[in-house]
């Protein structure tokens, strides 16, 4: 039987937005945070894992194709803050 093997990346501050669209839209898969990524992949109905922390997946969460979205269960969500005071 034939190995198949999947790989992943870290991109994380390597590539410009015009080199990120052609790479999202050959994935099979795209695991982000709330930012423009999630939002391509959205609009291109690629499979996405869109992890949320301080922001609201009903505000900006992705909204075409498949997609699965990840958010903390604490009373304070969302804060829309960039720093948590309150671990």
Request: net charge positive; with cysteine.
């Amino acid at each position: 039987m034939e190995k198949k093997y999947h790989y992943v990346y870290s991109l994380v501050g390597k590539l410009k937005l015009k080199e990120i669209v052609p790479l999202i839209a050959g994935a099979k898969l795209v695991v982000t945070v709330d930012t423009g990524p999630m939002h391509i992949a959205s609009a291109l109905k690629i499979p996405t894992v869109a992890l949320f922390g301080p922001t609201s997946p009903q505000r900006t969460g992705p909204w075409n194709g498949k997609y699965m979205v990840l958010k903390a269960d604490l009373p304070c969500m969302p804060c829309l803050k960039k720093e948590c005071k309150d671990w």
